[in-house]
């Protein structure tokens, strides 16, 4: 007997044995259920289905499109999502962008305490790239304030940029890819900046799905006027059609499109505690 729920994770033998499209691994016997199907009886006298028909509605009535999401197709639909767009990010100009400047404004306003984090990616040839996200505990979105990137900056160049950035934002945490650890290192002790590598565990599609979800449902804000790299990477970045006739998923990178700023956007949205 093997027994599971749907993930985005379809290189397993549970995927191969249970999955809706295509055909199945033999030699099995397949039953499946959703969440409207558990009938068993809680300690408050409703069935696990009404519980959960009752959370849906909350979660509709808070979460617009959750519907569309990854994960609640996964866990309350028992189906396995295979992302149908080519493109990796879900933005889209009409819920993820700042149209009331009112939110700008706010965010210096000190009767309601914000938290701004700050991204680094390293490069040289490759650019350097910086990504500012605010938010704060009486609102569930998170806000994308400020972005761009450089190229042939040296480590104290990024080092003097953080600095001026600081004195903004007053940064409440710092992140850098912890790819560059030799980096962030030397910034941290020359530079006396409080850097700290990035958050990497787990597969790097799946913290993607997970940002995705706030994508969809419109809890990611983007300010237009201070992030025209990010949205031009955000808009080309999609998964390699190559890679994705074998069943995997690796973004497509070239001159035409980039991920610089949308990898550390990734890891410093990581850190946040919008939610």
């Not at 009404?50 to 009535?61: A, G, M, N, S, V």
């Not at 701004?116 to 990504?131: H, K, M, N, T, V």
């Not at 945490?173 to 790819?179: F, I, L, R």
């Amino acid at each position: 007997v093997c027994t599971g729920t749907p993930t985005d994770a379809t290189n397993t033998f549970f995927y191969e044995i249970t999955k809706q499209n295509g055909t199945r691994a033999p030699g099995w016997s397949v039953s499946t259920w959703n969440t409207f199907d558990n009938t068993a009886i809680q300690q408050d006298g409703k069935t696990q289905a009404e519980k959960c028909k009752l959370q849906i509605e909350e979660f509709k009535r808070t979460l617009p499109n959750v519907e569309e999401t990854d994960w609640f197709q996964q866990q309350f639909e028992g189906k396995w999502i295979i992302t149908n767009t080519a493109k990796v990010y879900r933005f889209n100009d009409d819920r993820n962008l700042i149209t009331d400047t009112s939110v700008l404004l706010s965010l210096f306003d000190t009767k309601n305490k914000w938290y701004f984090g700050l991204g680094i990616d390293f490069g040289f040839e490759d650019a350097s790239a910086f990504c500012v996200l605010a938010y704060n505990m009486y609102d569930e979105n998170i806000y994308i304030v400020h972005s761009e990137k450089h190229i042939h900056w040296t480590i104290t160049d990024v080092a003097n940029r953080i600095k001026d950035l600081n004195k903004t934002y007053h940064f409440s945490y710092m992140v850098g890819d912890s790819a560059a650890k030799q980096s962030i290192v030397e910034i941290a002790r020359h530079h006396s900046l409080p850097l700290k590598s990035c958050d990497k565990t787990g597969k790097k599609r799946e913290a993607i799905a997970i940002m995705n979800a706030d994508f969809i449902t419109g809890r990611i804000k983007i300010d237009p006027s201070n992030n025209e790299e990010l949205l031009e990477e955000i808009k080309k970045l999609i998964w390699s059609p190559k890679a994705m006739a074998e069943g995997k998923y690796e973004e497509l990178t070239n001159d035409k499109c980039q991920r610089h700023i949308l990898d550390i956007m990734l890891y410093c949205y990581r850190s946040t505690k919008h939610y």
